[in-house]
Each structure stands twice: as structure tokens, then as C-alpha cells.
């Protein structure tokens, strides 16, 4: 087990006016405690943010079961990784970074595994129909469908964690026109599909 | 504008997006911090595990230091014990020295009680821990290769 030394979050840190500075603020000193070797740093710190990182991931692949071992690859290969982190970013950047490559490359094994063993049978049930239909119905199971990565997240970010546009590109490590710009294209993608098929 | 296709619908869509975010929630299940913070643990221990394996490096780094020692010891050349034929002539030599000075006779005792009252005891000391390390030797050389098979 770590020693205190490594567990002395750096105090003398100036917090933001907000919360989320202050937060944000907390969560960077837990990460340099944590990257010197104390665990009970990273325990927090896994403590704060599995919630918000489990809807992320959920949302990207909207199977519990998926979703709690990815998460888990999360936490595990960003211990594994600690050492290469850099506290100039935020550590909700890194972290959610290394939760949308897991979701991304475990897609990308999906995909080929299934071009290679694809014979054509699918197996449904009426019920497991009428889930999928109405996670079909969802408009974050659209915008999931519709949207590339990068505008999804930026569209999760913003709408799904209640986030201003400052701390979505914080969050993405991006520029706030580069977020600008991945909201509004993704909002146009929606607004193409939504209003024809929808009446609500 | 073609960029913007439907902009009235776009706080509608905001609102669903906030909304269904909200009500899609997923619980987060409550038995999964603590598979999470094991596995942290396990690739913990993976990381301290080498230590363990220095460590029994060490060991044996010491076990081998320690038969060397065993046979630098019993391979030592002893001082040869005095031959009995050797006797008779130090009898003469103590008797003339007898003869001839009484500080000669007081110091061939203090030699003689020496060699009779310090040095054989010792040296038949040293002749029984050479015979025990040489008999530790030969155990930790027939041990060794059972360690190692058991390994």
C-alpha cells in the first residue's frame, strides 16, 4: 500500500471560481497522488467518475453486461498506463479517451469477427424485437447510429453530462470551435432524420 | 439554407436529447466498485510480483555464498599434527634446555602448557567444525538439485 507522502493531494492548488473547477481541481490532484504510487487516490477517483464513465459507455453500447467489462478495461489499462499521464490535461480527458478507444476497438473485433463467421442467421425473440425497437426509437440510439465518435461524445458531453461548451472541449481535449463545430453538425445529422419521422 | 435544413426543430430536439439522457440513465450496479477495485489490485500484485522473484535470487545468491564459505573452509589447509616421531627429539632438546638455563625451562613450559592447555583444545575444535561444515556441504549439495527439480 502507498505511503501518505504519495497519498498528499497538492493542497495549495488555486480552485476555480465554479464547482466543476473545483472538482476538476480535486480530481488532478488525486490523479499526481495517484500516479506516485497511492491507491487510495486512484480508488477515489475510480469512485467519482465510474458513474458518468458507465453512462458513456452504456450509451455507446447500450448492453450492461459490455459496458460494466469495458468499463472495468477502463479503470485497469489507465492504472496500467498512470505513468504516462500528463497533468497538464484534465484527467477526465485521459480517462474518457482511453473508455472510447476500448469501445471503439472492441466494435472493430465485433465487426470482423462477424464478417468472417457471418451465416445469415439471426437469432431474435418477440421480446428482444420489441426492445431493440424501442431502443431503436431512442435518439441517442439515432444519434449513436448517425453520428461519427468524435460527434457523439461532443453531443454526450454536452447534453447527456449537462456540460457548457468549455468543458466539453476540456473533457475532448479540443479547441471550443472545434466543439462548436462537432455540435452543430451533429444537431444538423438529427434535425435531418428526427422531424420527418417523428411527430413528437 | 441547405446547411440547415430543419433549425426549428433543433430545440426539440435539444430537449429530447437532455431528456432521454436523464431518463435513460442507467443504474450503475452496485456490486461493480468492488469487481472493478480487484481487478486494480490483481494488476497491482502483477506489478510487485517481480520483487518477489528478486528476492528469491537473493536467497539463493546467498545459499551459494554460504557452501562457499562451507567449502573455503574445509578445503583450508589445517596445521599438520605433529608427528609422533618428532617426539623423542623435542624430550632431548627439553632436557638439555632443563639442564642448561632455568628461565630456558620456564619458557619451554609456558610453550608446552600452551600447546597442551590452549592450542590442542582449540585445534581439536576447529578439526570438529571442519568435519560438521564439510558434512553441511555435502547436505546442501545433495538438497540442491531437489530444490530445483521441485521448482
Known amino acids: ?54 453512462a458513456f459507455l452504456y450509451q455507446k453500447t447500450s448492453n450492461h453486461h459490455l459496458t460494466q467489462d469495458l468499463l472495468q478495461s477502463t479503470f485497469v489499462s489507465a492504472y496500467r498506463k498512470l505513468h504516462r499521464y500528463n497533468p497538464q490535461y484534465a484527467f477526465t ?60 461524445a461532443a453531443l454526450w458531453h454536452f447534453y447527456g453530462e449537462d456540460r457548457n461548451l468549455a468543458e466539453t472541449a476540456d473533457v475532448m481535449n479540443k479547441s471550443v470551435g472545434s466543439v462548436k463545430v462537432l455540435l452543430h453538425r451533429a444537431r444538423l445529422k438529427l434535425a435531418e432524420l428526427l422531424p420527418t419521422n417523428d411527430t413528437h | 439554407m441547405k446547411d440547415e435544413p430543419h433549425p426549428s426543430a433543433w430545440p426539440d430536439i435539444e430537449a429530447r436529447l437532455r431528456d432521454e439522457a436523464k431518463r435513460d440513465a442507467p443504474e450503475f450496479p452496485p456490486f461493480l466498485h468492488r469487481r472493478i477495485m480487484a481487478a486494480i489490485h490483481a494488476e497491482a500484485d502483477k506489478h510487485t510480483r517481480p520483487t518477489a522473484g528478486l528476492a528469491n535470487v537473493w536467497r539463493w545468491v546467498l545459499a551459494g555464498g554460504l557452501a562457499s564459505i562451507a567449502l573455503a573452509l574445509a578445503l583450508w589447509p589445517s596445521p599438520a599434527p605433529q608427528r609422533l616421531s618428532d617426539a623423542p627429539q623435542k624430550v632431548s632438546e627439553w632436557i638439555v634446555l632443563v639442564a642448561n638455563s632455568d628461565e630456558q625451562m620456564a619458557s619451554l613450559i609456558t610453550d608446552r602448557v600452551l600447546n597442551d592447555m590452549v592450542n590442542n583444545p582449540y585445534q581439536q575444535q576447529l578439526d570438529s567444525l571442519g568435519n560438521e561444515l564439510e558434512n553441511a556441504l555435502d547436505f546442501t549439495l545433495r538438497m540442491m538439485p531437489i530444490e530445483l527439480a521441485l521448482r
Request: charged letters at 25%.
Open chain 1, 93 to 152: 480527458t485521459w480517462i474518457y479517451t482511453i473508455a472510447s478507444r476500448l469501445a471503439i476497438n472492441h466494435f472493430r473485433r465485433k465487426r470482423l469477427l462477424e464478417s468472417e463467421h457471418a451465416d445469415g442467421v439471426t437469432h431474435t425473440t418477440p421480446s428482444s424485437e420489441l426492445i431493440a425497437s424501442e431502443k431503436a426509437e431512442s435518439v441517442w440510439s439515432r444519434a449513436r447510429a448517425l453520428l461519427t465518435g468524435n460527434q457523439f
Open chain 1, 1 to 54: 500500500m502507498a505511503s501518505s507522502t504519495q497519498c498528499q493531494a497538492d493542497s495549495s492548488r488555486e480552485f476555480g471560481p465554479t464547482e466543476r473547477d473545483t472538482a476538476r481541481a480535486e480530481e488532478l490532484a488525486l490523479a499526481i497522488a495517484a500516479k506516485k504510487g497511492c491507491m487510495e487516490s486512484f480508488e477515489q477517483l475510480v469512485a467519482r467518475l465510474e458513474g458518468r464513465l458507465y
